[in-house]
C-alpha cells in the first residue's frame, strides 16, 4: 500500500488548510465542516485512509442532492493535520472553530487527539465532533461527568469492551503468558488496563509491561526489556508505524513469532514491514462489522479513488459512516447550525426508519425520506449504527489472524459474549 501524498505534501495541504475540492455542483454555496485528523505522525496512516473516505462520502451525498444541495449547498470539508500530537490538533480545531466558524468537526483520529479537542475546543464551544477512530473509555468517562456536553460522537466502539474482547481471544487461543508492550498515551494506557483486568480474571499471566514513546529512531531497549522471563508471546498495542519497528526489533531479538495485536495493526503495510512469514501466528480484534451494502459499495468505490489504500484500511470504514452519517445529519437539520446537526445525527439513525444505504440510489432514497419529513435508519459499511446518551456506539468485535500475508477474519464476538466476561470480573 503506498502513501496517499508524501509527507511534504501532506503537511503543506494541512498548513494550507485549503478546503478540500469535491465533485462539481450547481450550488454556489459550500457547506464546509473542519477535519482534523493525524496525516502525518504515529497515526498518519490513519488519517490519510479516512480523509479519503470522508471525501467519498460527501462526493456522493452531493451527486445525490443533485441541484437541490444538502440543505441548499454542497458538502465540503477544511482537512488539518493533527500531527498525532493533542497540543497541535487543539490548535487546529480552535481555529476552525474561532475563524472558520465551523458547526462541526470530524476527528480526531486518536483518543490523546480526541480528548483534548472535546474539552477544549468543540464541548465548550458548543460543536459537534465526531471521531472514526478514538476508542479510549476516558471518552465515556467525560460522558457520563457531562464534560462533553452532547457534542461528542464516534463510529468506532470503546477500549473497554475491546480490551475484554481480546483478552477472551488471548485465551481462546492458547496465549494464557505473555509479555505486553504498549504505547504511553490514554489509548494504550486505558486498554492495557481494560485487557490485564480481564486477562488475569480469566486466568492469563502476564510476564511484563513495557510502555513506549512514540516515533523513536530505536525500540531496542524496551524490546529488550519486554523480553526478560523469556515470554512465549507478544501482546502489542499500539500503531502501525511504530508497530512494524517494534515487532521487526522483537523479531530480530529472538523473540517468539507468537502475537496479540490491536485493531490498528489489521493493515497491509504493516505486514509488509515486518515480514508475512514472521506473522503466521499472529492474531487480533478489531470493531466488529456486518456486511450490508453499504458494505459492497465501499469496497467498491474506495480503492478506486484513495489514492492507494484498499477498503480495509484501518479507520477508512469507520471514517465513511462518520461522514455519512455527518451529512446526513446537516441534510437533515435543514441548516448548517451546530445544534441542530448535532440533534439530527440521531434521526438519521433512528432504529425505526427506513432503512438506507450508502451509495447512489441508497442516499438518494435518504435525501428523498428527509425532504418528505420521514424517519430513517442509516446502515453504513460498519452495520446499523446507533449512539447511546455519551455518543457511543455498540457493536460486535471481528477476531481475525494473519495468514499467508493477509488479514484473515476468524470470526465475530457479539456483544453478549464481551458481557457475558464482564459479569464475572471482579468490580
Not at 486518536?110 to 472514526?132: F, H, L, R, Y
Not at 502489542?236 to 523473540?255: A, E, K, L, S
Not at 432504529?351 to 438518494?364: D, L, M, R
Not at 430513517?376 to 455519551?390: M, P, S
Request: aromatic content about 8%; some cysteine; glycine content about 12%.
Amino acid at each position: 500500500m503506498r502513501p496517499l501524498l508524501s509527507i511534504t505534501a501532506l503537511a503543506t495541504v494541512a498548513m494550507a488548510a485549503t478546503t478540500v475540492p469535491l465533485a462539481a455542483q450547481a450550488q454556489s454555496c459550500t457547506h464546509t465542516v473542519g477535519m482534523v485528523v493525524s496525516l502525518t505522525g504515529a497515526a498518519g496512516r490513519f488519517g490519510q485512509a479516512a480523509s479519503k473516505s470522508v471525501e467519498l462520502a460527501f462526493n456522493e451525498l452531493n451527486k445525490a442532492a443533485g441541484s437541490s444541495g444538502i440543505a441548499g449547498c454542497k458538502l465540503g470539508f477544511d482537512l488539518r493535520d493533527a500531527q498525532s500530537q493533542g497540543s497541535v490538533a487543539v490548535d487546529q480545531a480552535r481555529q476552525l472553530v474561532d475563524l472558520k466558524k465551523v458547526p462541526a468537526i470530524i476527528g480526531g483520529i486518536i483518543s490523546s487527539v480526541s480528548i483534548p479537542i472535546v474539552t477544549s475546543v468543540t464541548a465548550p464551544a458548543g460543536v459537534v465532533q465526531i471521531s472514526p477512530a478514538s476508542t479510549s473509555p476516558t471518552l465515556t468517562k467525560l460522558g457520563n461527568e457531562g464534560k462533553t456536553n452532547g457534542w461528542f460522537f464516534r463510529t468506532i466502539t470503546s477500549d473497554a469492551l475491546q480490551g475484554t474482547a481480546a483478552a477472551k481471544y488471548a485465551i481462546d487461543q492458547g496465549m494464557k503468558t505473555l509479555a505486553i508492550i504498549h504505547v504511553n498515551n490514554d489509548f494504550g494506557v486505558n486498554m492495557l488496563a481494560e485487557f490485564r483486568r480481564a486477562f488475569e480474571a480469566l486466568g492469563g499471566k502476564i510476564v511484563g509491561v513495557t510502555p513506549y514513546n512514540p516515533q523513536q529512531a530505536s525500540y531496542a531497549a524496551e524490546v529488550t526489556n519486554a523480553l526478560k522471563g523469556d515470554p512465549p508471546a507478544l501482546y502489542f498495542i499500539g500503531y502501525p508505524g511504530d508497530g512494524t519497528t517494534i515487532v521487526r526489533t522483537w523479531v530480530q531479538q529472538g523473540g517468539p513469532q507468537k502475537f496479540l495485536l490491536n485493531d490498528g495493526m489489521n493493515a497491509a503495510d504493516f505486514i509488509k514491514g515486518v515480514g508475512p512469514q514472521f506473522l503466521a501466528n499472529a492474531f487480533g480484534t478489531s470493531s466488529g462489522t456486518t456486511k450490508t451494502p453499504s458494505t459492497e459499495f465501499f469496497a467498491s468505490a474506495y480503492p478506486a479513488m484513495s489514492g492507494g489504500f484498499d477498503a480495509g484500511a484501518p479507520a477508512a470504514d469507520r471514517a465513511f459512516d462518520a461522514g455519512a452519517i455527518l451529512g446526513l445529519a446537516i441534510a437533515h437539520a435543514g441548516k448548517f447550525e451546530a445544534a441542530a446537526i448535532r440533534d439530527s445525527i440521531r434521526k438519521v439513525t433512528d432504529p425505526a426508519g427506513e432503512v438506507v444505504h450508502a451509495g447512489p440510489q441508497g442516499f438518494a432514497r435518504a435525501l428523498q425520506l428527509i425532504k418528505e419529513k420521514k424517519p430513517l435508519r442509516y446502515v453504513g459499511v460498519i452495520g446499523a449504527v446507533g449512539f447511546d446518551k455519551n455518543g457511543d456506539v455498540v457493536g460486535p468485535f471481528r477476531t481475525w489472524r494473519i495468514a499467508n500475508g493477509e488479514v484473515t477474519t476468524v470470526g465475530q464476538m457479539s456483544m453478549e459474549d464481551v458481557a457475558a466476561v464482564q459479569a464475572k470480573l471482579p468490580k
